[in-house]
C-alpha cells in the first residue's frame, strides 16, 4: 500500500497524539505534558495507594494549529505544603473536556494505549527516597530515527516494569541531556512525514524568508526532502546534513511527536517514488529537475531510502515501550545542539552568519519554540503559569502569543517571540562586550534544578548563554 496523508486518516486517530509524558515532579506538584488534536480542558488528578486523591490541577490546551493544542497540566498546593512522600506509589489520571462538547477519560482519549504496569490500571510513578543508596536514575541522550539498531531508549520500559510496584527499587527519575530531536540529520522519508503532519496538524503554512537567490520568500512545504541545502547554506548553517534539515515550526514540533509517540506513523511510509513526485512538484525548470534527478541517482539515493526504511521500521516498533515509560517517570530535559543544528552557536562567526540572516533566524526560532512546547514546559512550569505572579511570568506571555497563531501571526509576532526565548539580531550581539549570546532580564532560563531529599542535580544550558569562540584559522 502506497503512503497517503495524514490527511486521509486524522479524524479516525485518537484525539491523545503524543503523551500523556509526566515532566516534573515534586513533593507538592505534578505535571503532565499531552498533545491533542481537539482543544480541551484538561484535569490532572493524582491518587495515592489507597486510590484517594491528593492532588488537582486543570489546564486548557494551547493551539498552535487547527488540529495542534498542546498542554502541561500541573496539579499541585503551595510550595510550602508536603503532599507527596517517598515509599508511596503514586498513579495519576486525566480526564478532557474537548471543546466540541464531549468529554473522554485517559482510556478513550488514547483508545487504550499501554500506559500502565502489571496490576496497576493508571500511569504511576514514585518519589526519590531520602536514602542516597536508594536512589534510581535512568539517563539518556541523542536519538535519531535511523541510527544503527534497536532504540535502546526502550530498555528503560522494561527496567520500569520489573520494578513497578516497588518505589524503592523501580526507576525515580530520567534524565535526558540533549539532542531529543535530531534536527540536522533527518531521513528524507521522515522529513515528508513531518511536512505532511506540519502542515494538516497546523491548518496553516509558515513562509518561510528564504533568499530570493533560492526563489523565496516561500512556504515551507515547497522545500522538499533534498532541495533544502541550499537555502540554509546561505543562511548560515554549517551541518553536513542540510538537504533535509527540520526548517519551520510545525515540522520541528511534529518531530517530538513522532519520537515519543506510535500515533502519527503512517501504516506505510514514503517511498522513493513519492519523493521523486514531491520534487517534480516544487522544481517547476526541467533542467534544473533533470540535475536534481542526475545528482539522488549519482550519490544511490534509492538504496540509502531502503536501508534507512529497515532502521526507521526497528526505531518504530518501540515507540509503544518508550511512550509508556515516558508516561511513567518524571522526566527532565535540556537543550542540545542537533535539537536545532549541528555546530549552533559554537563559534562567533557561525553566530554572525545566522543572526545576520533571516531564513537563519527564524529557522532557530523555530526550534526554540518547539524546544520550549515540548520540553522546557514540562522542566520549569511555573514560567508558564498565568497565576504565579502579578505579571505574568515569559513563559505565560509565548503561550499566549502562539494561542490561536496563523502565518500571517506567527511572522508578525516574530521579534516578541525571540526576546522571549532568548535570539537576538547580529547587531545586537555586536554590541556585547564578548559577542555572547545571551538572554534578557525578562526571558525564558533554561538552567534550571531537580531536588530530593538526598540530592540535586543541575542542568546547565551551554547553547543560549555562550560566549562564541573565534574561529581559529
Avoid at 50 to 74: C, F, K, Q, S
Avoid at 412 to 422: C, E, L, P, R, T
Wanted: net charge negative; glycine share 8%; proline share 5%.
Amino acid at each position: 500500500m502506497a503512503w497517503q496523508s495524514l490527511s486521509i486518516s486524522l479524524a479516525g486517530m485518537p484525539r491523545v497524539l503524543a503523551g500523556p509524558l509526566l515532566r516534573k515532579v515534586s513533593p507538592n506538584s505534578v505535571t503532565v505534558w499531552l498533545v491533542l488534536h481537539k482543544g480541551a480542558d484538561v484535569a490532572l488528578k493524582v491518587r495515592d495507594a489507597n486510590g484517594a486523591e491528593v492532588l488537582t490541577g486543570n489546564r486548557h490546551t494551547v493551539a498552535i494549529g487547527t488540529n495542534l493544542h498542546i498542554v502541561a497540566v500541573t496539579a499541585a498546593e503551595p510550595p510550602t505544603t508536603v503532599v507527596l512522600t517517598e515509599g508511596v506509589i503514586y498513579q495519576y489520571d486525566l480526564t478532557f473536556d474537548f471543546d466540541d462538547n464531549v468529554s473522554f477519560d485517559l482510556a478513550t482519549a488514547t483508545r487504550n494505549a499501554s500506559l500502565s504496569y502489571g496490576s496497576l490500571k493508571l500511569p504511576s510513578f514514585c518519589l526519590p527516597p531520602a536514602d542516597i543508596n536508594d536512589l534510581r536514575l535512568l539517563f539518556g541522550s541523542c536519538r535519531i530515527p535511523h541510527g544503527n539498531g534497536r532504540d535502546a531508549f526502550a530498555v528503560g520500559d522494561g527496567l520500569i516494569a520489573q520494578t513497578a510496584e516497588n518505589a524503592v527499587a523501580r526507576p525515580h527519575q530520567l534524565l535526558l541531556t540533549g539532542d531529543q530531536i535530531y534536527a540536522d540529520d533527518v531521513s528524507s522519508a521522515v522529513l515528508m512525514m513531518l511536512t505532511d503532519a506540519a502542515n494538516v496538524l497546523l491548518g496553516w503554512k509558515e513562509i518561510l524568508p528564504v533568499g530570493a537567490k533560492h526563489g523565496g520568500p516561500m512556504a515551507g512545504d515547497r522545500l522538499s526532502p533534498r532541495l533544502r541545502k541550499g537555502p540554509l547554506e546561505q543562511a548560515g548553517f554549517t551541518s553536513d546534513d542540510l538537504d533535509s534539515h527540520l526548517m519551520t515550526l510545525g515540522e520541528y514540533v511534529c518531530m517530538y511527536l513522532f519520537v515519543w509517540s506510535d500515533v502519527l506513523w503512517p501504516k506505510d511510509m514514503p517511498a522513493h517514488s513519492d519523493i521523486l513526485a514531491g520534487g517534480r512538484a516544487n522544481i517547476t525548470d526541467s533542467i534544473e529537475f533533470g540535475h536534481w534527478l542526475a545528482d539522488l541517482m549519482r550519490r544511490g539515493f534509492e538504496g540509502g531510502m531502503k536501508r534507512d526504511a529497515e532502521k526507521i521500521q526497528l526505531f518504530r516498533e518501540g515507540l509503544v515501550e518508550v511512550r509508556r515509560m515516558l508516561a511513567n517517570i518524571p522526566s527532565y530535559m535540556i537543550v542540545d545542539d542537533h535539537e536545532i543544528t549541528d555546530d549552533w552557536n559554537m563559534t562567533r562567526d557561525i553566530c554572525k552568519r545566522m543572526y545576520g540572516n533571516d531564513l537563519g533566524v527564524r529557522v532557530i526560532q523555530n526550534g526554540l519554540v518547539a524546544y520550549v512546547l515540548c520540553q522546557h514546559w514540562g522542566n520549569a512550569p511555573e514560567q508558564f503559569d498565568r497565576f504565579a505572579a502579578a505579571v505574568d511570568p515569559p513563559g505565560a506571555t509565548l503561550l499566549r502569543l502562539l494561542d490561536g497563531t496563523d502565518a500571517t501571526k506567527y511572522a508578525s509576532d516574530g521579534v516578541a517571540v525571540q526576546k522571549i526565548i532568548g535570539i537576538h539580531g547580529e547587531a545586537d550581539l555586536q554590541r556585547r562586550p564578548f559577542n555572547d549570546v545571551f538572554h534578557d532580564d525578562d526571558s525564558l532560563l533554561y538552567n534550571y534544578s531537580v531536588e530530593g531529599p538526598a540530592h540535586q542535580i543541575i542542568f546547565t544550558d551551554t547553547r543560549t548563554w555562550v560566549r562564541a569562540n573565534p574561529v581559529i584559522e
